[in-house]
């Protein structure tokens, strides 16, 4: 495994959006060249990349045609069908692999390997068909949260349950998109997020914990560092890092994770790249979570991952686009982040902005003074 892909060489990124984007645009400042592969015209990734190939993601030739140009393969998004990432783990420099993005592509198998490292993961019970229902609810408990094993993002593919008549009609729904799991709603009294990178080599490296809030099941802010004690801060990296090991990951993964309010720590879910979460890291610490991709999946030392000040991040949504195009003139001391999307639908996430500061508070109030004065 321990190879090193050099500045000059191309890397490929499978995926077209703005993950690849800053991934991209991390490599380029270090001298690589990139080829993407994503089937629409014009992508964030693709506005950036040196060579486009527009193919679907689940079109083995595409990926052989990426193969062609690329000295080393990664993504952008972990829904590669079977098929080619077993291809590109045989065929091509993937340093990745194909096992994590079998683990993570599925919700129950993710809890299962992650519960095996004994971290704790909220309690589940797989709903293969309808039948599982009953005991699924007898054995959970509500209120509950039923999700497809496959294919959910943003709180899409899941339901709030509190009784079982809820939870068989949201099966009957959601089953016919395949298997689900049903989880036990867990109270938690904030959302943390880890950032850490693995590299080829087997060196890791861990990012402050972020604190995320949520809205509409969407990213809204992350918080940085954390507003929580240094023992759970400590204990949410040792998970972390327990993860990124245990499962053999290489590049960068994001662990998602509930805590109660006494402290407890509970895994919710993993992403083997680069997070919204984990945006902060651009003007905040020594390295960016992409740089850090970028030199794990071609082999360089990994980067210091300090922190050089507090720190806000907040998603630009196609809703909230236009607001911040008018307060562009008083953008004076928060970064603008634009992915190059063209068309602005609600909910679409069209960017972000950063603010340093002091202190968290400091940095909200820059964020919020900008959309203050629009209102006027
Ligand atoms: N078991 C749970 N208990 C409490 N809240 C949950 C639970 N599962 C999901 N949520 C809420 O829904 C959000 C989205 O769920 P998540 O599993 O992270 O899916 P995704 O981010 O892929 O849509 C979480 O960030 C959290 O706010
Ligand atoms: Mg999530």
Redesign the pocket.
Known sequence: MSRMVSPGDTIGIIGGGQLGRMMATAAKQMGYRIAVLEPTEDSPCGQVADIVIEAAYDDLEGAKKLAEVADVITYEFENIDEETANWLAEQTDFPQGSKVLGTTQH?LKEKEAIQSLGIPV?PFHAIVSIEDVEEAATKIGFP??L?TCRG???????R?VKDEKELRQAAEELIKHGECVL??????SL?LSVIVTRSRNGETAVFPVSE?E?RD?I?FRSHVPARIDDAVCERAKEMALKIVTGLDVVGTLAV?L?MLKDGRL?A??LAPRPHNSGHYTIEACKTSQFEQHIRAVCGLPLGSTELWSPVVMENILGEDLEAVLQSISRLDDVKLHLYGKKEAKVKRKMGHLTATADSIEEACEKIESLQRVNVL
């Open positions: 919700r909220a509950a949260v999700k959910g993002y943003d709180g899409k593919g899941q709030v989880e036990a709603w867990i109270p938690f959302e995320n949520h099941n990213l998602e509930f509970y919710n879910e």
